[in-house]
């Protein structure tokens, strides 16, 4: 085959359903701020990055298992993942919501108690809306596979809230101002951070780079104006 030797390829996991930091456009490209973020990481950097979906409650069993290299969709930095994988740097800082309907008199958390509460797989607000749950403060809590369906399930009142990222939750607000409605309440702050199989320093050390460089060099805020223009 033509031309030099092909760059390094990477392999990232990430799962499409979490608008704007990846979704599908109309011709089912993956496209979003991590994935513009991860291609101006690997053009700084000289690497390939080879995108791949996998579901989020996949996502670091398939790092650990080598089928990705590296898992860039959202995921927030937390204590139980650091046991199993390496995060780079923070890139973004997001937090948990509720999002509800205008109807249902929610008005935070401590008015979940008797609600069915929706979540997506594997996520933070899964691990929230279980603690609360235990506690006796969320009437039960239905597990959906990704964003879309727990806000459609949230709309059809198959449940009354539903417990997820900020940024997500208002970009799907935004696209059913009727119908949903993010409480101001920030349940639990975080950071996103890009996954790496534990122990792999030489990928770590190539992301933090690139993405400091990425950071000094303005791209880092051009992606950031794309993406959530004014909100940012
Ligand atoms: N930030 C959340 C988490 O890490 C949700 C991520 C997602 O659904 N893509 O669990």
Redesign the pocket.
């Given at each position: 085959t033509g031309g030099d030797d092909a760059a390094r390829t990477v392999v990232v996991g990430t799962?499409p359903t979490?608008p704007p930091f990846e979704m599908k456009d109309e011709n089912d490209v993956t496209v979003g701020f991590d994935i513009d973020l991860f291609k101006a990481i690997a053009e700084d950097q000289g690497f390939t990055p080879d995108f791949r979906d996998v579901g989020?409650d996949s996502l670091i069993p398939s790092l650990n298992s080598g089928q990705i290299d590296v898992a860039v969709?959202?995921?927030?930095i937390t204590e139980e993942r650091q046991q199993t994988v390496d995060f780079t740097d923070p890139y973004v800082n997001?937090g948990l919501v509720i999002a509800t309907r205008p109807d249902t008199g929610i008005g935070g958390v401590d008015d979940l108690a008797g609600r069915q509460v929706g979540v997506?797989i594997g996520?933070?607000?899964a691990t929230a809306a279980e603690e609360l749950a235990a506690e006796g403060k969320i009437g039960g809590v239905q597990t959906f596979q990704d964003?879309g369906l727990s806000m459609e399930a949230l709309v059809a009142g198959k449940v009354d809230a539903v417990i997820n990222?900020k940024p997500v939750s208002e970009t799907y607000a935004k696209s059913r101002p009727d119908k949903v409605i993010i409480l101001p309440e920030v349940l639990v702050a975080d950071d996103?951070g890009m996954a790496v199989r534990k122990g792999n320093t030489e990928l770590l050390e190539t992301l933090n780079a690139g993405l400091a460089n990425v950071k000094a060099s303005g791209q880092f805020d051009t992606i950031q104006d794309r993406w959530f223009g004014d909100d940012a």
């Open positions: 799962e979490f989020f969709s959202g995921m927030s997001a997506n996520t933070t607000g964003v990222d996103y």
